[in-house]
């Protein structure tokens, strides 16, 4: 399976600045996937990134709040932006797989506390 | 639409006794049945899937899972439990078609191993 990192690892921010969360993969993937945990929560699709395209938002998720780049195939960013409290999540990357029965796999994730 | 219910926030057993995480699934389609596990401040590691062919499907660190069709059952299973297995488990389903790459996830069970 391919390797993946996410940086910062963790990060606490105050009220109202935004974060960029970068996700390296060592392999070329066309789908990057971001995913938020809340606290004590399961994890939430946020949205889909292809590269050369717009990402793809699931419902509550939009690109004022959580804009995302994809400039190549092994590279990914997710911006949380005007941060709130409820924003203090930890963020996952993922990789999308070629067939309905490859595996995704997922980043160590970001931890992200915002005061 | 997909789903998966994980029934039981916490599960104690004591270290060397069988354990069982539960799991349900609601699918339309082939269910694609997958587990992960999640140690503290770590990502998402996956443990094993199911696909297709025997219902017993072995994953890593000695787990395996049991697909049940008349249940809609995925539950995890593992012979002799070890205090180093204690983590967050989720039970996820991918979706079906041309989706195949978005997975929904369950609430997780943490799992508590006492020596």
């Known amino acids: 399976s391919a390797v993946i990192s996410q940086k910062p690892s963790r990060d606490i921010c105050q009220r109202g600045t935004s974060l960029t969360i970068q996700c390296q993969v060592d392999s070329q993937v066309t789908m990057m996937f971001w995913y938020r945990q809340q606290p004590g929560q399961s994890l939430t699709l946020i949205a889909t990134a292809n590269q050369g395209s717009e990402a793809t938002y699931e419902s509550g998720f939009v690109i004022d709040k959580f804009p995302i780049s994809r400039p190549n195939l092994t590279f990914s960013t997710l911006t949380v932006s005007n941060m709130s409290p409820e924003d203090s999540s930890i963020y996952l990357c993922?990789?999308?797989?070629?067939?309905?029965?490859?595996?995704?796999?997922f980043g160590p994730g970001t931890r992200l506390t915002v005061l | 639409a997909q789903s998966v219910a994980q029934p039981e926030d916490q599960v104690n057993v004591a270290e060397g006794n069988p354990l069982t995480v539960k799991c349900t699934y609601s699918?339309?389609?082939?269910?694609?049945l997958f587990w992960y596990v999640q140690y503290p401040n770590r990502g998402l590691q996956f443990l094993l899937k199911?696909?297709?062919?025997?219902?017993l499907v072995k994953g890593s660190y000695g787990f395996e899972a049991e697909f049940n069709k008349s249940q809609t059952s995925f539950h995890l299973k593992k012979p002799s439990a070890l205090v180093s297995d204690s983590a967050l488990y989720f039970c996820a389903v991918r979706d079906s078609g041309d989706n195949f790459n978005k997975f929904y996830f369950g609430s997780g069970t943490k799992l508590n191993v006492k020596p």
């Open positions: 993922s990789l999308g797989g070629v067939t309905s029965t490859d595996t995704q796999y």
């Open positions: 199911y696909i297709t062919g025997d219902n």
């Open positions: 699918v339309s389609g082939n269910p694609y």
